[in-house]
């Protein structure tokens, strides 16, 4: 197995769990969705099958999330289908992003 096999198979540390369930509750409250945010998979996708989120809800979290995080998202920046992949991609972003 190789050691990026291996370390995607590893848990997510404390700390980056906090976060995703802080993103998932951000996503519930200013989206007003009828799951619960421990309920959101940290690994389905935000589009579409997963959480169901469209581009208008994407550009909503987005400036939720550089308000609350000091992040900086563009509209135009090709980075962002990865970013916002899931949940833990988005979680994982915005650790290594944030200035708040």
Same mark, same amino acid.
């Given at each position: 197995? %190789? ?18 369930? #802080? ?14 945010? #421990? ?13 169901? /989120?469209? %581009?208008?809800?994407?550009? #909503?979290?987005? /400036? ?12 135009? %920046?090709? #980075? ?5 992949? %899931? ?14």
């Amino acid at each position: 197995m %190789s050691d990026k096999a291996s370390l995607m198979q590893q848990p997510a540390p404390l700390a980056a769990v906090g976060l995703q369930r #802080e993103i998932a509750a951000l996503f519930v409250q200013a989206l007003n969705l009828e799951v619960k945010a #421990e309920d959101i998979d940290p690994d389905a996708p935000l589009y579409g099958e997963g959480l169901g /989120l469209d %581009s208008i809800d994407i550009l #909503e979290i987005a /400036l939720i999330l550089s308000k609350q995080y000091g992040i900086q998202l563009r509209a135009d %920046s090709q #980075e962002n289908q990865q970013i916002f992949r %899931s949940l833990r991609h988005l979680a994982e972003y915005i650790a290594a992003q944030r200035t708040k």
